[in-house]
T-cell receptor, first 115, second 117 residues
Framework: DQQVKQNSPSLSVQEGRISILNCDYT??????FLWYKKYPAEGPTFLIS?????DKNEDGRFTVFLNKSAKHLSLHIVPSQPGDSAVYFC??????????????FGQGTILTVHP | DADVTQTPRNRITKTGKRIMLECSQT?????MYWYRQDPGLGLRLIYY???????NKGEISDGYSVSRQAQAKFSLSLESAIPNQTALYFC????????????????FGEGSRLTVL
Protein backbone atom coordinates (compact mmCIF):
# COMPACT_ATOMS: atom_id res chain seq x y z
CA ASP A 1 0.00 0.00 0.00
CA GLN A 2 1.50 3.29 -1.15
CA GLN A 3 1.48 5.61 1.87
CA VAL A 4 2.79 8.56 -0.12
CA LYS A 5 1.31 9.10 -3.56
CA GLN A 6 2.17 11.40 -6.38
CA ASN A 7 -0.67 10.81 -8.78
CA SER A 8 0.76 12.79 -11.68
CA PRO A 9 3.60 10.90 -13.34
CA SER A 10 4.52 13.95 -15.40
CA LEU A 11 3.92 17.68 -15.70
CA SER A 12 4.80 20.01 -18.55
CA VAL A 13 5.04 23.77 -17.98
CA GLN A 14 6.13 26.80 -19.95
CA GLU A 15 9.15 28.73 -18.74
CA GLY A 16 8.15 31.59 -16.45
CA ARG A 17 4.86 30.00 -15.43
CA ILE A 18 4.04 28.28 -12.15
CA SER A 19 4.68 24.57 -11.63
CA ILE A 20 2.51 22.84 -9.04
CA LEU A 21 3.44 19.33 -7.96
CA ASN A 22 1.06 17.47 -5.70
CA CYS A 23 1.48 14.76 -3.09
CA ASP A 24 -1.02 12.88 -0.92
CA TYR A 25 -0.33 10.71 2.10
CA THR A 26 -2.36 8.28 4.13
CA UNK A 27 -0.34 7.76 7.32
CA UNK A 28 -1.51 10.21 10.00
CA UNK A 29 1.73 9.56 11.91
CA UNK A 30 3.75 11.40 9.28
CA UNK A 31 5.04 14.59 10.81
CA UNK A 32 7.76 15.85 8.55
CA PHE A 33 7.67 16.23 4.78
CA LEU A 34 10.39 16.81 2.24
CA TRP A 35 10.77 17.35 -1.49
CA TYR A 36 13.73 16.02 -3.41
CA LYS A 37 14.81 16.75 -6.95
CA LYS A 38 16.59 14.22 -9.12
CA TYR A 39 18.44 14.77 -12.38
CA PRO A 40 19.34 11.81 -14.64
CA ALA A 41 22.42 9.87 -13.52
CA GLU A 42 22.50 11.72 -10.22
CA GLY A 43 21.21 10.99 -6.75
CA PRO A 44 18.22 12.87 -5.36
CA THR A 45 19.02 16.19 -3.73
CA PHE A 46 17.08 17.86 -0.97
CA LEU A 47 14.96 20.79 -2.06
CA ILE A 48 12.68 21.95 0.73
CA SER A 49 10.90 20.59 3.79
CA UNK A 50 8.03 21.37 6.10
CA UNK A 51 7.08 20.30 9.59
CA UNK A 52 3.50 19.49 10.45
CA UNK A 53 3.34 22.48 12.78
CA UNK A 54 3.47 24.74 9.73
CA ASP A 55 1.27 25.06 6.68
CA LYS A 56 3.75 26.85 4.45
CA ASN A 57 7.48 27.04 3.95
CA GLU A 58 9.19 29.19 1.37
CA ASP A 59 12.69 29.17 -0.05
CA GLY A 60 13.27 31.44 -2.99
CA ARG A 61 11.24 30.25 -5.96
CA PHE A 62 10.09 27.16 -4.09
CA THR A 63 7.15 27.03 -1.68
CA VAL A 64 5.69 23.96 -0.03
CA PHE A 65 2.14 23.99 1.29
CA LEU A 66 0.81 21.45 3.76
CA ASN A 67 -2.87 20.71 4.39
CA LYS A 68 -2.92 18.24 7.27
CA SER A 69 -6.65 17.77 7.33
CA ALA A 70 -6.60 16.73 3.69
CA LYS A 71 -3.29 14.88 4.07
CA HIS A 72 -2.03 16.78 1.06
CA LEU A 73 1.04 18.79 0.24
CA SER A 74 2.12 20.66 -2.82
CA LEU A 75 5.28 22.19 -4.18
CA HIS A 76 5.02 25.45 -6.09
CA ILE A 77 7.83 26.65 -8.31
CA VAL A 78 7.52 30.25 -9.45
CA PRO A 79 8.76 31.18 -11.97
CA SER A 80 9.65 27.85 -13.53
CA GLN A 81 12.96 27.60 -15.35
CA PRO A 82 14.25 25.00 -17.84
CA GLY A 83 16.86 23.96 -15.27
CA ASP A 84 14.01 22.88 -13.00
CA SER A 85 13.29 19.99 -15.37
CA ALA A 86 13.84 16.90 -13.24
CA VAL A 87 12.03 14.20 -11.31
CA TYR A 88 10.52 15.48 -8.08
CA PHE A 89 9.95 13.13 -5.15
CA CYS A 90 7.75 13.84 -2.19
CA UNK A 91 8.82 12.11 1.04
CA UNK A 92 7.52 11.84 4.59
CA UNK A 93 8.59 10.56 7.98
CA UNK A 94 7.00 10.17 11.40
CA UNK A 95 8.06 12.32 14.32
CA UNK A 96 10.91 11.27 16.57
CA UNK A 97 14.67 11.27 16.26
CA UNK A 98 14.91 7.61 15.36
CA UNK A 99 12.54 8.15 12.47
CA UNK A 100 14.45 10.92 10.76
CA UNK A 101 16.00 9.64 7.57
CA UNK A 102 13.60 6.71 7.37
CA UNK A 103 11.65 8.35 4.63
CA UNK A 104 8.66 7.03 2.72
CA PHE A 105 8.81 8.30 -0.84
CA GLY A 106 6.20 8.93 -3.48
CA GLN A 107 6.56 7.58 -6.99
CA GLY A 108 7.94 10.82 -8.38
CA THR A 109 6.70 13.38 -10.92
CA ILE A 110 8.70 14.21 -14.03
CA LEU A 111 8.65 17.99 -14.52
CA THR A 112 9.52 19.38 -17.92
CA VAL A 113 9.87 23.14 -18.29
CA HIS A 114 9.81 24.27 -21.90
CA PRO A 115 11.70 27.42 -22.96
CA ASP B 1 34.81 14.48 -5.19
CA ALA B 2 31.34 13.44 -4.14
CA ASP B 3 30.51 13.42 -0.43
CA VAL B 4 28.75 10.07 -0.81
CA THR B 5 30.45 7.67 -3.21
CA GLN B 6 28.97 4.44 -4.50
CA THR B 7 30.77 1.64 -6.32
CA PRO B 8 30.18 0.18 -8.78
CA ARG B 9 28.04 2.66 -10.70
CA ASN B 10 26.79 -0.01 -13.05
CA ARG B 11 26.80 -3.78 -12.75
CA ILE B 12 25.31 -6.57 -14.80
CA THR B 13 25.25 -9.99 -13.20
CA LYS B 14 23.53 -13.33 -13.45
CA THR B 15 20.92 -14.97 -11.28
CA GLY B 16 22.44 -16.66 -8.25
CA LYS B 17 25.60 -14.56 -8.11
CA ARG B 18 26.70 -12.72 -4.98
CA ILE B 19 26.92 -8.98 -5.40
CA MET B 20 28.24 -6.27 -3.12
CA LEU B 21 27.52 -2.59 -3.51
CA GLU B 22 29.77 -0.30 -1.55
CA CYS B 23 29.21 3.13 -0.13
CA SER B 24 31.62 5.53 1.52
CA GLN B 25 31.01 9.04 2.81
CA THR B 26 33.10 12.00 3.83
CA UNK B 27 30.29 13.98 5.47
CA UNK B 28 31.05 12.63 8.92
CA UNK B 29 27.44 11.55 9.39
CA UNK B 30 26.54 8.77 11.77
CA UNK B 31 23.47 7.59 9.91
CA MET B 32 23.60 5.68 6.64
CA TYR B 33 20.88 4.14 4.50
CA TRP B 34 20.33 1.96 1.46
CA TYR B 35 17.36 2.67 -0.77
CA ARG B 36 16.29 1.14 -4.06
CA GLN B 37 14.40 2.91 -6.80
CA ASP B 38 12.02 1.15 -9.13
CA PRO B 39 9.92 2.78 -11.85
CA GLY B 40 6.49 3.71 -10.53
CA LEU B 41 7.42 2.91 -6.93
CA GLY B 42 9.72 5.70 -5.89
CA LEU B 43 12.51 4.92 -3.41
CA ARG B 44 12.11 2.23 -0.79
CA LEU B 45 14.27 1.72 2.30
CA ILE B 46 16.23 -1.54 2.43
CA TYR B 47 18.45 -1.15 5.52
CA TYR B 48 19.65 1.64 7.74
CA UNK B 49 22.34 2.12 10.33
CA UNK B 50 22.42 4.81 13.00
CA UNK B 51 25.98 4.01 14.04
CA UNK B 52 28.57 1.29 13.54
CA UNK B 53 26.94 -1.03 16.06
CA UNK B 54 23.35 -0.35 15.05
CA UNK B 55 21.83 -1.91 11.93
CA ASN B 56 18.14 -2.15 11.19
CA LYS B 57 15.90 -3.61 8.54
CA GLY B 58 13.89 -1.29 6.40
CA GLU B 59 10.75 -1.81 4.35
CA ILE B 60 12.18 -4.36 1.89
CA SER B 61 15.15 -6.13 3.49
CA ASP B 62 14.43 -9.69 2.30
CA GLY B 63 17.21 -10.95 0.03
CA TYR B 64 19.67 -8.30 1.21
CA SER B 65 22.26 -7.96 3.94
CA VAL B 66 24.46 -5.07 5.01
CA SER B 67 27.71 -4.41 6.79
CA ARG B 68 28.77 -1.20 8.51
CA GLN B 69 32.55 -1.53 8.42
CA ALA B 70 33.24 1.93 9.81
CA GLN B 71 31.42 5.19 10.35
CA ALA B 72 32.17 6.11 6.77
CA LYS B 73 31.43 2.79 5.06
CA PHE B 74 28.19 0.90 4.56
CA SER B 75 27.93 -1.96 2.08
CA LEU B 76 24.90 -3.77 0.70
CA SER B 77 25.08 -7.42 -0.34
CA LEU B 78 22.82 -9.59 -2.43
CA GLU B 79 23.78 -13.12 -1.43
CA SER B 80 22.07 -14.75 -4.40
CA ALA B 81 20.84 -12.17 -6.89
CA ILE B 82 17.50 -12.61 -8.63
CA PRO B 83 16.04 -10.68 -11.57
CA ASN B 84 13.51 -8.72 -9.50
CA GLN B 85 16.44 -7.15 -7.67
CA THR B 86 17.22 -5.29 -10.87
CA ALA B 87 16.97 -1.67 -9.78
CA LEU B 88 18.79 1.56 -9.10
CA TYR B 89 20.32 1.49 -5.61
CA PHE B 90 21.09 4.58 -3.59
CA CYS B 91 23.19 5.01 -0.49
CA UNK B 92 22.37 8.01 1.68
CA UNK B 93 23.56 9.65 4.89
CA UNK B 94 22.03 11.98 7.43
CA UNK B 95 23.02 13.73 10.60
CA UNK B 96 22.54 11.95 13.89
CA UNK B 97 21.20 13.27 17.16
CA UNK B 98 24.55 14.50 18.42
CA UNK B 99 24.81 18.23 17.97
CA UNK B 100 21.09 18.83 17.74
CA UNK B 101 17.91 17.45 16.20
CA UNK B 102 18.41 15.97 12.75
CA UNK B 103 16.76 17.79 9.91
CA UNK B 104 15.60 14.63 8.22
CA UNK B 105 17.50 15.65 5.12
CA UNK B 106 19.25 12.81 3.34
CA UNK B 107 22.40 13.17 1.27
CA PHE B 108 22.42 10.67 -1.57
CA GLY B 109 25.14 9.07 -3.62
CA GLU B 110 24.88 8.99 -7.39
CA GLY B 111 23.39 5.52 -7.47
CA SER B 112 24.41 2.02 -8.52
CA ARG B 113 22.45 0.53 -11.38
CA LEU B 114 22.21 -3.24 -10.98
CA THR B 115 20.88 -5.57 -13.64
CA VAL B 116 20.31 -9.22 -12.80
CA LEU B 117 19.87 -11.47 -15.83
Amino acid sequence: DQQVKQNSPSLSVQEGRISILNCDYTNSMFDYFLWYKKYPAEGPTFLISISSIKDKNEDGRFTVFLNKSAKHLSLHIVPSQPGDSAVYFCAASPAGGTSYGKLTFGQGTILTVHP
Amino acid sequence: DADVTQTPRNRITKTGKRIMLECSQTKGHDRMYWYRQDPGLGLRLIYYSFDVKDINKGEISDGYSVSRQAQAKFSLSLESAIPNQTALYFCATSEGLAGGPPSGELFFGEGSRLTVL
